[in-house]
Every structure is written in structure tokens, then in C-alpha cells.
């Protein structure tokens, strides 16, 4: 119960009104999605069983579409040629 006191006094002195310490847990697993791992790592880490749970930990800010990251130009025909030869027994 004391750490519960004492957890409640810090964020009421740092002005902090509307939050919870679940907060912490969506945070996290924000930042684990963000930083680029695994959706079914970051299921198992967390616990979550199905991706809908999952996905009310994910919000995706309105700036993170933007940053979406392609193969570069050429990659994918390069990759297709590389099956295309080893398939060919090149």
C-alpha cells in the first residue's frame, strides 16, 4: 500500500492529473512496436492471445503512416531474379 502512496504523490506532484500505471504497460508496448520488433514477440512478451487485445495496446499516432520504410528500389526484382536462378539450378 505504501509504494501505492508514494507512486500517486510523484505523479500528482509533477502535475501528471489523468493517468494510471496501466499506462506504463501501453507505453512499453508502443515503444516495442515502434522500435521495429515482431507483433507475435511483443504478443508473447506481453501475454496478449489474440491480436484484437493486442491491437488496443497499439495506437498508431496520425505522423506514423508517414514514416513507413519500403524495400529499397530494386530489391524485390533482385530477390525475384535470386528465386528465379535457384530454381533454374543456376
Known amino acids: 500500500m ?3 502512496i508514494s507512486y ?3 505523479w500528482k506532484e509533477a502535475g501528471i492529473n489523468d493517468f494510471c ?3 506504463l504497460r501501453h507505453r512499453a508496448l508502443n515503444n516495442l512496436r515502434k522500435a521495429g520488433n515482431d507483433f507475435f514477440q511483443i504478443m508473447a ?3 496478449h492471445k489474440t491480436i ?3 491491437k ?7 505522423e506514423e ?3 513507413i520504410k519500403w524495400p529499397a528500389q ?3 526484382r533482385e530477390e525475384k531474379r535470386d528465386a528465379n536462378q535457384a530454381n533454374q539450378g543456376l
Open 2 to 4: 505504501r509504494s501505492t
Open 65 to 67: 503512416p508517414s514514416g
Open 45 to 47: 512478451l506481453s501475454g
Open 52 to 54: 484484437s487485445v493486442f
Open 21 to 23: 500505471f496501466h499506462d
Open 56 to 62: 488496443r495496446y497499439n495506437l498508431v499516432a496520425e
Open 8 to 10: 500517486q504523490s510523484a
Open 74 to 76: 530494386g530489391s524485390v
